[in-house]
C-alpha cells in the first residue's frame, strides 16, 4: 500500500481524475467508481475541464508536449482533497512524474509537490484510506486480475485489488502464470513495435485464458483495452461469437457483486 | 548542430533493422518457447538468493551508493589505479575508441610475435570486434568460456551478456560440435558436450602467447583486477600464457577493496541466482621473480568509447553504475519475446538500450529505445537502481525532439520528425484547452462508427478501438 | 593530447556533480550479517560449498593424511601434485610414498614442464588461508610454494583447511587481515569445482578446471 494511505484519515470530499481512456472509451468504469465511492459517503467532485495526465507524450519522449497538458490539470484541484485516479498508470504519472516534470519551473513544481501527495490510486483508496471491505452478494465465480505495472511497481498498490476481490466470499481469484508481467500496451509502444507488443499480449492472454477464469478484471484501463482488444480479435479469427474472455475494470466488478438482486 | 560522427564509429546500424529481426524471433514459436524457458530458469534462480526483501533493498541501495560514489570521484580514481597498478608492474594503456584500443591489444600481440590469443569472456573485448581487428592481424584470437567458443564456432555473436549461447539447443551444439571439432563422435550429451569443449581448449591454453580478459571490478587503492567467473577459463587466460591483457570500460573501478564485497554479492545473486561464483580471481601483478607461474607481463587497457559522454550528464551517468549482471534482460518481457540478436548490439536488453547509443551515437539506435513497455522489471531487479525506464524515457526525447545546439549526446534529434513533432503538438494543443478536449471527444463519441476497421498496427492483433457513444462526462450528466 | 589526457580531461570537466558521501559498508554488514561461532562457521561452510557439489571430510592434524590417501585410493589416483617447501606438502610426500602415490613437488616454473602438469597431473593438495561461512568459500594466496595453477589445472583439486580459519563474511575475511596492504600478485576465492551452465542451462562440472573438490577439514575432532 502506499504510505500516504496508511496516514490518511478518511475525507469527506474527493476529487475524482477519471483519465482520457476512461471518459472516452470505459465511461461505465468511470461512473461505476463514482457510484462506489458515494455509496461509502463521500461527495465526489468530477472537475470539468479535466482532460488527460499528458503521459502519452511523456512517455513517448515528448516532454514539453507533455508538461502543457499537465500544466493545465494541476490547476483543476484547488481544494485540499485527495484525487482518486481509477488507473495506476495515469495515477503513477500524477504522483510521480509531475514533480520530475517541472523541475525547471518552481511555481508549478510547488503545486505538482501538492498535487502529488494527494494522488491516490482507486483500489488503494478503498482500501488503506476508506478501510472499504465489500460484502459479496453475488453467486459463485472465478475470475483473474491483471495489476498493471505502473500499478505495481510506480505506485507499489499491487495488492489491494487483490485484497479487495479476496473480501469477496464467492470469487475465486484464479492466479495466472507470469502474474508480474506487462501486457504489452505500453502506450505508443504498441503502435511502434507491434511486434512485439502483439506477441506480449497473446501470451497475456493466453495465460489468463488457461486459468479457467471467466473474466478478466483491472484497475487499468488502458491494459483492458490491449488485453480484451486482442481477446476479441482472436475470437473474431477463431470464429466464436461469445467473448472467451471478457472482461471489465474492478469498479464495475465491485459494484455490480455488492448490489442487491445481483445474479454475478 | 549534432556532433559529428568520428571515424572510429562501428558500423552498427542496429535501428535499421530492429523490427525485421524482432519480427523473425517473434514468429519462431521454438526460439519463443527457449527463451522464456531460460529466463524463467534464472529469474527463478535469482528470487531464492533474496528470500529477504530488507535485504535486498538495502543492499541495493549500498550498491547504488557505492557506484554512484566512486563515478563521482572517477577521473581521481582512475589515476590512482593506474599508479598503484604501475608499482605493481602492470602496464596501463588508455583508449578513447575501439580502433585505439585494438591497436594497443594487437601492438602488444605483435611485439611478441603472438599468434593465438586465449580469451576469456570480455563483452568489451565485443565491444571493440577484438576478434575482427585480430583476424585481420593475422592472430588467432580463440573464445574460451563455452558459451563463446560455441557461438564463435558458429560464427555468431553472444545473444546475452552472462549466457552467450542461450539461443542455442544442445542439440544443436551437438551438430555443431561434430561439424567443427575433428575427430569426436556426435553426441548431445551436455557432459560429453563440455568434456569436448574442455580438451579443445586446453590444448589451446598451453599453447597461446596472449591471455585475454575482462575486468568485473578494478580496485583503486590496491591496484587489483577482480574477475567473476564459473568456468574456470577466466584463470586459464589469466594464468598459463605469458602475457596477460585485460581490457575494461572506464566506469569498472572502485576506490577501496571493501566496495568489493557489496557489489560481488549483489552481481553473483542477480545474474545467476548464485550466492557467490566459484572463482573470484584478484589479480594485483605479474608473476614475481621468485613465483612459478603467472603472466610475466600484464597490461590493462582502459576503454572510454562513449562512456565519458554519458558521465557528462547527470541523469544520464546513472548508466555508468551497471555491473554487467544481466538481470534487467532476464526479466524483460522484450528480450524475452526477442533474445538478444535482434538488438544488432553489443549489449543487448535494456541495458543494452542505454548503454548503446552512447558508443554508437543515436544515428544509428534512436529507435531502440521505442522497444520498451516502460513496465519497469528492469528497473525493479537492478542490483545498482538503475532508474532504467526513466532513462528510456530520455533517450526517447534525446532521439525524437528537433536537433538543437549543444546536444548531451550524440545524434541527438536523428529520429526527428516533423510530423511526429507535429502530431503531438497537435495533442497537447487540443488536451490542453477543455474546450477543444470536449469538441474532439464528442465528436469522437458521436462518430466513433466512423473509426476505421484497420488501425494500423494496433489492429494487426486486436479489434479496432472505439470511442464509447457516452463520455463519462455525459453520463454524469445524465445522471444528474 | 594523449588519449589518457582526454579521457581524463571529459570526466573532470564534468565533477560539478555526484555522490560525495562514503558508502558504510561496515554498517551495512554489521546489521546484516550474523557473527556465528566457530562451530556455526564450520557447519555453514560445510553446506554451502557442498551444495556447490565440493566433498567434504571432518579431520584432524593426526588423520588428515590417512583420510587423504583414502579419498586418492577411492578415485584410483596415483599421481599427486604437492608443494615440497610446505610442512603439509613433506608430510604427504613421506607418508603416501609408502602407499603406491607418487608425489610430485612442483619444483620449477611452470615453463619447464607445462606439457606434464596439463597431461599427467590427475590431483593437486594445497592448503586454504582461510574460507568464508556465508558463501562456503576457499580462500588461496597462491605464491612461491603453491603456485596459481595447482589449484586450476589437475582434475581434482585436494585442499586442506582449518577450521579455526573460518570468517563469516568475505567482508570480514578481507577487513580483519588487513588485504588492502597485503594482497598477491593473485589472491583467489574458490567455491566449488569449476562449472558451466553454458549449454541450454544444463549444469555440468570440469569446465575448464578441476572437475573434483574436496576439502580436509581440520578440527580439534574428527
Known amino acids: 500500500m502506499s504510505e500516504q494511505a496508511k496516514n490518511s484519515q478518511r475525507p469527506t470530499d474527493i476529487y475524482f481524475f477519471a483519465t482520457c481512456v476512461v471518459d472516452q472509451f470505459y465511461p461505465g468504469a468511470g461512473l461505476d467508481a463514482i457510484t462506489l465511492l458515494e455509496r461509502e459517503g463521500i461527495r465526489v467532485h468530477f472537475p470539468e475541464e479535466q482532460t488527460c495526465c499528458g503521459q502519452p507524450a511523456y512517455t513517448s519522449g515528448f516532454p514539453d508536449e507533455a508538461r502543457k497538458v499537465a500544466a493545465h490539470q494541476l490547476t483543476l484541484f484547488p481544494e485540499n482533497w485527495p484525487v482518486v485516479v481509477p488507473s495506476g498508470s495515469c495515477g503513477g504519472m500524477m504522483k510521480h512524474h509531475y514533480p520530475k516534470l517541472f523541475a525547471n519551473d518552481p511555481a508549478r513544481q510547488a503545486q505538482a509537490e501538492a498535487l502529488s501527495s494527494r494522488v491516490y490510486e482507486f483500489t488503494d483508496f478503498l482500501v488503506n484510506v476508506l478501510g472499504y471491505q465489500p460484502e459479496d452478494k453475488g453467486s459463485d465465480c472465478t475470475i483473474v486480475l491483471h495489476t498493471s505495472c505502473a500499478a505495481r511497481r510506480e505506485m507499489d498498490v499491487h495488492l489491494t485489488g487483490r485484497q479487495l476481490l479476496g473480501n469477496l466470499s464467492h470469487v475465486k481469484v484464479a492466479l495466472q502464470d507470469h502474474e508480474s508481467e506487462c501486457c504489452g500496451f505500453g502506450g505508443t509502444f504498441s503502435i511502434k513495435q507491434p511486434e512485439i507488443s502483439g506477441a506480449m499480449v497473446e501470451d497475456k492472454v493466453k495465460s489468463l485464458k488457461a486459468t479457467g477464469a471467466e473474466r478478466v478484471v483491472s484497475a487499468d484501463c488502458g491494459c483492458l483495452m490491449n488485453i480484451l482488444g486482442h481477446a476479441a480479435w482472436k475470437d473474431k479469427q477463431e470464429g466464436r461469437s461469445t467473448p472467451s474472455l471478457p472482461g471489465e475494470h474492478i469498479a464495475s466488478f465491485l459494484l455490480r457483486r455488492t448490489e442487491e438482486r445481483s445474479s454475478k | 548542430m549534432n556532433a559529428p560522427l568520428p571515424e572510429h564509429a562501428l558500423q552498427f546500424m542496429p535501428s535499421a533493422g530492429f523490427r525485421a529481426r524482432s519480427k523473425e524471433v517473434v514468429e519462431n514459436p521454438f526460439l519463443r518457447k527457449s527463451f522464456r524457458g531460460a529466463m524463467d530458469f534464472l529469474i527463478d534462480k535469482r528470487i531464492t538468493q533474496f528470500p529477504d526483501k530488507e535485504e535486498l533493498e538495502s543492499l541495493r541501495t549500498l550498491g547504488e551508493h557505492i557506484r554512484q560514489y566512486n563515478l563521482g570521484k572517477l577521473p581521481d580514481i582512475l589515476e590512482q589505479l593506474e599508479t598503484r597498478l604501475t608499482e605493481n608492474g602492470v602496464h596501463v594503456h588508455w583508449a578513447e575508441t575501439p580502433d585505439e584500443a585494438n591497436a594497443i591489444i594487437l601492438g602488444i600481440c605483435q611485439k611478441h610475435s603472438a599468434k593465438l590469443m586465449i580469451k576469456g569472456k570480455s563483452m568489451v573485448s565485443e565491444e571493440i570486434e577484438l576478434n575482427h581487428a585480430a583476424e585481420a592481424a593475422g592472430i588467432d584470437a580463440m573464445e574460451s568460456d563455452m558459451g563463446e567458443y560455441i557461438v564463435q564456432l558458429a560464427g555468431e555473436k553472444p545473444s546475452h551478456i552472462i549466457m552467450p549461447a542461450i539461443h542455442k539447443t544442445k542439440e544443436e551444439i551437438a551438430k555443431l560440435f561434430y561439424e567443427k571439432v575433428p575427430g569426436i563422435d556426435y553426441t548431445d550429451n551436455v557432459d560429453a558436450l563440455i568434456q569436448i569443449g574442455r580438451n579443445v581448449l586446453r590444448e589451446k591454453f598451453l599453447v597461446a602467447d596472449i591471455g585475454l580478459s575482462g575486468v568485473n571490478f578494478a580496485v583503486a587503492e590496491t591496484g587489483t583486477l577482480c574477475l567473476v567467473e564459473n568456468e574456470g577459463n577466466g584463470r586459464m587466460s589469466t594464468t598459463v600464457p605469458p602475457v596477460h591483457i585485460a581490457i575494461t570500460g572506464i566506469e569498472k573501478i572502485v576506490e577501496k577493496l571493501e566496495h568489493v564485497p557489496p557489489l560481488l554479492s549483489l552481481l553473483t545473486r542477480s545474474a545467476t541466482g548464485q550466492n557467490i561464483s566459484t572463482y573470484f580471481n584478484m589479480i594485483s601483478g605479474p608473476r614475481k621473480s621468485h613465483e612459478k607461474d603467472g603472466p610475466t607481463e600484464v597490461h590493462l587497457v582502459l576503454l572510454d568509447n562513449g562512456r565519458s559522454q554519458a558521465y557528462a550528464d547527470e541523469q544520464l551517468r546513472k548508466t555508468l553504475q551497471c555491473i554487467r549482471c544481466g538481470a534487467c534482460m532476464n526479466h524483460c518481457p522484450v528480450y524475452t519475446r526477442i533474445g538478444g540478436h535482434a538488438y544488432g548490439t553489443t549489449y543487448p536488453g535494456p541495458i543494452g538500450k542505454i548503454i548503446s547509443p552512447h558508443m554508437l551515437g543515436l544515428e544509428a539506435t534512436a529507435t531502440m529505445a521505442t522497444a520498451s513497455s516502460l513496465c519497469g522489471a528492469c528497473g525493479e531487479v537492478c542490483p545498482v537502481k538503475i532508474p532504467i525506464p526513466d532513462l528510456l524515457m530520455r533517450l526517447r526525447e534525446e532521439s525524437f525532439t528537433a536537433p538543437h545546439a549543444n546536444p548531451a549526446m550524440r545524434g541527438q534529434g536523428a529520429g526527428y520528425s516533423a510530423l511526429v513533432t507535429g502530431i503531438w503538438r497537435g495533442w497537447a494543443f487540443v488536451y490542453r484547452s477543455p474546450f477543444w478536449y470536449r469538441t474532439v471527444t464528442w465528436l469522437g463519441s458521436r462518430f466513433g462508427w466512423l473509426m476505421p476497421s484497420k488501425q494500423g498496427p494496433w489492429t494487426t492483433v486486436r479489434v479496432p478501438l472505439k470511442p464509447a457513444p457516452k463520455r463519462l462526462r455525459d453520463m454524469l450528466k445524465e445522471r444528474g | ?222
Open chain 3, 1 to 222: 593530447m594523449s588519449a589518457r589526457e582526454r579521457i581524463l580531461a571529459k570526466l573532470r570537466a564534468s565533477e560539478k556533480f555526484g555522490e560525495r558521501v562514503e558508502p558504510d559498508v561496515a554498517s551495512w554488514f554489521a546489521g546484516h550479517r550474523r557473527v556465528e561461532s566457530g562451530a556455526e562457521k564450520a557447519a555453514r561452510f560445510r553446506h554451502c560449498i557442498e551444495l556447490a557439489h565440493a566433498e567434504v571430510y571432518n579431520v584432524n592434524r593426526g588423520s588428515w593424511l590417512q583420510k587423504l590417501w583414502e579419498v586418492l585410493a577411492a578415485k584410483e589416483i596415483t599421481r599427486l601434485l604437492v608443494s615440497p617447501g610446505t610442512e603439509h606438502g613433506q608430510r604427504a610426500m613421506s607418508g603416501l610414498a609408502d602407499n603406491d602415490i607418487e608425489c610430485r613437488g612442483y619444483d620449477q616454473a611452470i615453463e619447464q614442464w607445462k606439457d606434464e602438469m596439463f597431461h599427467q597431473t590427475p590431483a593437486s593438495l594445497t592448503t586454504a588461508r582461510a574460507a568464508i561461512a556465508e558463501t562456503g568459500t576457499l580462500v588461496l594466496w597462491p605464491d612461491a610454494d603453491e603456485p596459481r595453477l595447482m589449484s586450476l589445472v589437475p582434475p581434482v583439486h585436494i585442499v586442506l583447511l582449518d577450521a579455526s580459519k573460518i570468517y563469516n563474511t568475505f567482508y570480514e575475511a578481507m577487513q580483519q587481515e588487513g588485504w588492502k596492504d597485503s594482497l598477491p600478485t593473485n589472491a583467489l576465492l574458490i567455491s566449488g569445482p569449476s562449472k558451466t551452465a553454458d549449454i541450454q542451462v544444463t549444469l555440468a562440472y570440469g569446465a575448464h578446471g578441476p572437475k573434483e573438490l574436496i576439502v580436509l577439514l581440520l578440527g580439534e575432532e574428527a
